[in-house]
């Protein structure tokens, strides 16, 4: 971790920072709209002074939306397929969760097993992900490879300065504030609540296999592809329970 701490960094904020982190990952490039939580992670941990970021849904569905590397992923697929951890505590209590590994190991003993076997991360942070109403969809989390824990101070700075855009994007609160945050000129066009029936297809795929989100994404569009079906009509069925993802994995 390089980055230093503090709502302030050369006088811009995180969520300028992380703003125009995320801007610069969109331009020069054409980037699918279905990927959008992985480039919010993406952006994140650029800015942030941790070594990944995951984005994941807590609600009716556990799964794992966007990762920042294939090393986060595989953490926040343990956290769904284990049904414990950091991200689901600060999801059923509403509130940010920053452990050590003492505190990990104590609090989710078979979680922190397999997170120091499999990854080198060390601490975790997870915040909520809320909508205006108070309701709690997803976390953020944030993974580093010490042993110490984030900062409370720069917990609740992330909490209010990155997870609220973030919700607002992902899960389509309007707790963003235009003035402080540009979101890709895409989601003014496309709506969001459908697009994230697309996403968490993407997030049950991920949960089943060691890919990436792009690589996630392509396994939905080649099944989708084979059988002469639109990629919403495939997160559909997935999302419902109506297909499994395994199916489109064999």
Same mark, same amino acid.
């Given at each position: 971790?390089?980055?230093?701490?503090?709502?302030?960094?050369?006088?811009?904020?995180?969520?300028?920072?992380?703003?125009?982190?995320?801007?610069?990952?969109?331009? @020069? *490039?054409?980037?699918?709209?279905?990927? !959008?939580?992985?480039?919010? /992670?993406? =952006?994140?941990? &650029?800015? +942030?002074?941790? %070594?990944?970021?995951?984005?994941?849904?807590?609600?009716?569905?556990?799964?794992?939306?966007?990762?920042?590397?294939?090393?986060?992923?595989?953490?926040?697929?343990?956290?769904?397929?284990?049904?414990?951890?950091?991200?689901?505590?600060?999801?059923?209590?509403?509130?940010?969760?920053?452990?050590?590994?003492?505190?990990?190991?104590?609090?989710?003993?078979?979680?922190?097993?397999?997170?120091?076997?499999?990854?080198?991360?060390?601490?975790?942070?997870?915040?909520?992900?809320?909508?205006?109403? @108070? *309701?709690?969809?997803?976390?953020?989390? !944030?993974?580093?490879?010490? /042993?110490? =824990?984030?900062? &409370?101070? +720069?917990?609740? %700075?992330?909490?209010?300065?990155?997870?609220?855009?973030?919700?607002?994007?992902?899960?389509?609160?309007?707790?963003?504030?235009?003035?402080?945050?540009?979101?890709?000129?895409?989601?003014?066009?496309?709506?969001?609540?459908?697009?994230?029936?697309?996403?968490?297809?993407?997030?049950?795929?991920?949960?089943?296999?060691?890919?990436?989100?792009?690589?996630?994404?392509?396994?939905?569009?080649?099944?989708?592809?084979?059988?002469?079906?639109?990629?919403?009509?495939?997160?559909?069925?997935?999302?419902?329970?109506?297909?499994?993802?395994?199916? !489109?994995?064999?």
């Amino acid at each position: 971790m390089h980055h230093p701490t503090g709502g302030y960094v050369g006088g811009m904020s995180w969520t300028e920072r992380f703003n125009a982190a995320m801007l610069q990952a969109f331009r @020069g *490039r054409t980037t699918a709209p279905e990927l !959008l939580p992985m480039v919010l /992670s993406q =952006a994140a941990v &650029q800015v +942030l002074p941790v %070594d990944g970021v995951g984005i994941s849904m807590t609600d009716e569905l556990r799964v794992p939306l966007g990762a920042s590397d294939p090393m986060v992923a595989r953490a926040e697929r343990l956290q769904t397929t284990l049904g414990e951890g950091p991200c689901l505590s600060a999801a059923a209590d509403g509130e940010p969760v920053i452990a050590d590994l003492a505190t990990m190991a104590a609090s989710w003993p078979l979680f922190c097993r397999e997170l120091t076997e499999q990854t080198p991360y060390r601490s975790v942070a997870a915040l909520p992900l809320r909508l205006d109403g @108070g *309701r709690v969809l997803g976390a953020l989390d !944030l993974y580093s490879t010490g /042993s110490d =824990a984030l900062p &409370q101070e +720069l917990v609740e %700075d992330v909490s209010l300065e990155l997870a609220e855009p973030i919700t607002a994007m992902v899960f389509g609160s309007s707790a963003v504030d235009a003035d402080r945050f540009t979101p890709p000129l895409w989601l003014a066009a496309d709506s969001v609540i459908d697009r994230m029936n697309v996403w968490v297809a993407v997030g049950l795929v991920l949960e089943k296999a060691r890919l990436d989100n792009a690589g996630a994404l392509a396994v939905l569009r080649a099944y989708a592809f084979d059988r002469a079906a639109s990629l919403d009509d495939v997160a559909a069925d997935l999302t419902s329970g109506k297909l499994r993802p395994e199916s !489109l994995l064999n």
